[in-house]
T-cell receptor, first 115, second 112 residues
Framework: GAGVSQSPRYKVAKRGQDVALRCDPISGHVSLFWYQQALGQGPEFLTYFQNEAQLDKSGLPSDRFFAERPEGSVSTLKIQRTQKEDSAVYLC?????????????FGSGTQLSVL | KQEVTQIPAALSVPEGENLVLNCSFTDSAIYNLQWFRQDPGKGLTSLLLIQSSQREQTSGRLNASLDKSSGRSTLYIAASQPGDSATYLCAVNRDSNYQLIWGAGTKLIIKP
């Protein structure tokens, strides 16, 4: 596609529900990142994929958070047993190669509200 | 631990003015620094990327400078327009690591 696409755009969940957030990166992009952005703050790194390999998941806040990219393209971020503190905008970004001297392309994000 | 600070948190100026946004970082050992723009309800758009060996980058009315030794970067916007209104964030890559360390952003409002 023309850009990074994320769905859903908004998600409201009751505390304790499981949610799944989808990211379609730009076709052919090797690197894919997930970030969490709280209101008024910069994004916080969650996890990084190079193709289908999850090379770094050190930013995932707890074992309730799980991400996958099984075929090296679409990625899903799953949050189990959501808590109020999980409320944030979840951003996905992709980059053509693995090198960090290239610009990142971001999706519009999924705004998650946990009630 | 690398920390990135952006001051001011918010800025409002009349249309047509030239302005400077500031970004400071605590560890000068960076690989590159990027400036992003974020519009309400939208993702981030990369504006400029400065490699650690570079002093500045320019794109249209935007100019970003980097002074590693003092831990500072500035984003200069010339002849500001209402369409420039957005939140501007800077982020640093430490060494060749892919993890970006972000500032909290400066919310810019350009008044017509």
């Amino acid at each position: 596609g023309a850009g990074v696409s994320q769905s859903p755009r908004y998600k409201v969940a009751k505390r304790g529900q499981d949610v799944a957030l989808r990211c379609d990166p730009i076709s052919g992009h090797v690197s894919l990142f997930w970030y969490q952005q709280a209101l008024g703050q910069g994004p916080e790194f969650l996890t990084y994929f190079q193709n289908e390999a999850q090379l770094d998941k050190s930013g995932l806040p707890s074992d309730r958070f799980f991400a996958e990219r099984p075929e090296g393209s679409v990625s899903t971020l799953k949050i189990q047993r959501t808590q109020k503190e999980d409320s944030a905008v979840y951003l996905c970004a992709s980059r053509p190669e693995g090198a960090s001297n290239e610009k990142l392309f971001f999706g519009s994000g999924t705004q998650l509200s946990v009630l | 631990k690398q920390e990135v600070t952006q001051i001011p948190a918010a800025l409002s100026v009349p249309e047509g003015e030239n302005l400077v946004l500031n970004c400071s970082f605590t560890d000068s050992a960076i690989y590159n620094l990027q400036w992003f723009r974020q519009d309400p309800g939208k993702g981030l758009t990369s504006l400029l990327l400065i490699q650690s060996s570079q002093r500045e980058q320019t794109s249209g009315r935007l100019n970003a400078s980097l002074d590693k030794s003092s831990g500072r970067s500035t984003l200069y916007i010339a002849a500001s327009q209402p369409g420039d209104s957005a939140t501007y964030l800077c982020a640093v890559n430490r060494d060749s690591n892919y993890q970006l360390i972000w500032g909290a952003g400066t919310k810019l409002i350009i008044k017509p």
